[in-house]
């Protein structure tokens, strides 16, 4: 099970703390800097935020922002869309899928008295699927003009690997997908085989068949080329 540490809560312009309630004005998601760091796990090929960042907004206003089907958003200089769930018409789904990876905990996903909203379609036209509150797989039919939560979803826009003509340069921080995991660091270099990366500490996923620690180099791993769905380029962090 992977977690990864990216990005925060930005309401007009300013980081906030999260989850807080919705005021009006644009928001969205951005480079953490020295914020509060949002919370994510890899399900589907997907980060599943495990927290609710805003209560107290509309489908309506979601869907004004773009937040309900997608919108580019850039954290970290790695691009994503960003869109809220997909459980289907009746229970399952995405949802159900991200509640099984945490076994329910809402220690670790924080359902608990907040309703998430969903993209499909509630028992009605005009109404739209919640999720979570009084208990983690709830499902509910919410007026759109009803205030319940956003927790987004960010779909990875990369490139996979191995692709002809692709190269890559030492020193760009790298985002690295499997279908189960995402694992992060700065590229050092790599082989017909493998990726040497340098680990940044701001995700958490056990060695497997993506990558494995390299012995006696400190936060150094190489993952398996061969293992690899997706490779996203962030920034340049330095040599």
């Not at 009006?24 to 399900?43: C, E």
């Not at 995405?94 to 924080?110: C, I, K, N, P, T």
Request: some cysteine; proline content about 4%.
């Amino acid at each position: 099970m992977a977690t990864l540490l990216l990005g925060t809560l930005v309401q007009n312009g300013k980081r906030n703390q999260f989850p807080t309630a919705y005021s009006g004005g644009d928001f969205g998601l951005a480079d953490a800097d020295s914020a509060q760091q949002i919370a994510w796990r890899v399900t589907g090929g997907t980060l599943f935020c495990c927290h609710n960042l805003l209560t107290g907004i509309s489908w309506k206003a979601l869907a004004q922002h773009s937040m309900v089907f997608g919108c580019r958003a850039e954290i970290d200089g790695f691009e994503f869309l960003c869109r809220i769930p997909l459980p289907g018409e009746a229970p399952g789904g995405e949802w159900d899928e991200a509640v099984d990876l945490v076994q329910g905990d809402d220690r670790l996903f924080h359902w608990k008295e907040f309703r998430s909203w969903c993209q499909s379609v509630g028992l009605s036209a005009g109404t739209r699927v919640v999720r979570g509150g009084g208990m983690a797989k709830e499902w509910q039919s919410y007026p759109e003009n009803a205030y319940a939560c956003w927790r987004p979803v960010l779909e990875p826009k990369g490139v996979p690997i191995p692709q002809t003509g692709l190269r890559l340069q030492a020193g760009y921080e790298l985002l690295v997908w499997d279908d189960n995991c995402v694992v992060r660091g700065k590229f050092l270099d790599e082989s017909d085989y493998d990726l040497v990366l340098q680990s940044s500490g701001t995700w958490f996923a056990d060695a497997g068949v993506l990558f494995q620690p390299l012995e006696k180099k400190i936060r150094t791993i190489a993952v398996d080329k061969s293992q690899v769905r997706i490779v996203q380029i962030g920034r340049y962090i330095g040599s």
